[in-house]
């Protein structure tokens, strides 16, 4: 009989624990819901003050290109100057003319390789029935030589930032760039000497021609390489003379639209060792990073550009929750 009351005082005992937690779980969950619903409703009080009150909210376009498709159009075998041609030659056990053949597609091919990571591209060189379209390309400009933008220097800080900070390679020159080539007087030749980087840039002379080529291949930016130039870094006398000295790479472009109007010019430059002649080497390490240059020259908006007139309210968060 003892037992009997024992077991059933436990019994009562682990009844009332069960109620017990029934109602404190039923309590918490009140509260959780009330803590929820508060929290709701200072999220609709402040977003409401702030989509009445706040400022106009200015909407950003999106990034966009300017231009449907761009036409790489390779320079001309007669634009290549090396001042080291011997040294390639000898090493590379080629010939002058396949040297400037093999240069001259791989610029074009490492172009396009860079250039369709923003834009759709087609090369004249890759076509086996362009010969006639690539010497109309030509046959459409003549060359002026124009004072080049300066490359400004980058060092290893430059090289660690953002991508977007280091589009800016080169800055323009504030002087006109048509420089005084000279003049006569008195039957006698007044010579001014110009010691600048100059560039080969492009007068369209038969608009006509890039219109046709536009309507042919659907194109709207042409990207003229008209030179290539490797030579030797003699500017500091003492690196010279202790062969320290570098070797630049140089590609210079004019960038025209369909209409025959030049949008953008200039040369970009790659230095690399005194020592290095395998053109196999300096197509595969160097050749890349000029192109890069190139590309980064392309017109195109690579950050959201504001419109001032394009302006909204605040998103109310009541707004949100209807959808």
């Known amino acids: 009989m003892a037992t009997f009351k024992h077991n059933d005082c436990g019994l009562n005992i682990l009844l009332r624990l069960k109620l017990e937690l029934k109602s404190l779980i039923i309590v918490s969950n009140n509260m959780r819901a009330l803590c929820i619903k508060i929290s709701f409703l200072l999220a609709i009080f402040f977003t409401n003050g702030i989509a009445q009150n706040g400022p106009d909210v200015v909407l950003p376009d999106t990034a966009k290109p300017m231009f449907k498709k761009v036409m790489i159009i390779p320079f001309e075998e007669s634009m290549y100057l090396c001042g080291v041609q011997s040294f390639l030659a000898q090493e590379s056990g080629k010939t002058h003319d396949e040297i400037v053949k093999y240069f001259r597609e791989s610029v074009a091919l490492e172009l ?3 250039f ?8 004249l060189l890759h076509y086996n029935d362009t010969a006639r379209d690539l010497f109309r390309a030509y046959d459409a400009v003549k060359y002026k030589f124009e004072i080049a933008p300066v490359e400004v220097e980058e060092d ?12 800016n390679l080169f800055k323009k020159r504030e002087e006109d760039n048509n420089y005084n080539r000279g003049s006569t007087a008195g039957g006698q030749i007044r010579s001014t000497k110009n010691t600048a980087q100059k560039f080969a840039n492009v007068v369209v ?16 930016l042409f990207v003229y390489i008209t030179e290539m130039d490797i030579e030797n870094d003699i500017s500091n006398q003492m690196s010279f003379i202790n062969n320290e000295y570098k070797r630049i790479l140089k590609i210079h472009f004019s960038m025209v639209n369909k209409d025959g109007k030049v949008i953008e010019k200039g040369l970009v430059a790659v230095t690399f060792p005194n020592s290095e002649n395998n053109i196999n080497n300096i197509r595969t390490l160097y050749l890349p990073i000029a192109a890069k240059k190139l590309c980064d020259k392309l017109p195109f908006t690579p950050t959201p550009m504001v419109d001032p007139n394009k302006k909204g309210k605040a998103v109310r968060a009541t707004d949100k929750v209807k959808r």
């Open 116 to 123: 369709l990571f923003k834009y759709n591209t087609v090369s």
């Open 112 to 114: 396009q390789n860079q």
């Open 156 to 167: 290893e800080e430059t090289e660690n930032k953002t991508l977007s900070r280091a589009k």
């Open 205 to 220: 002379t038969k608009p006509e021609s890039l219109t046709y080529l536009s309507k042919k291949y659907n194109t709207d």
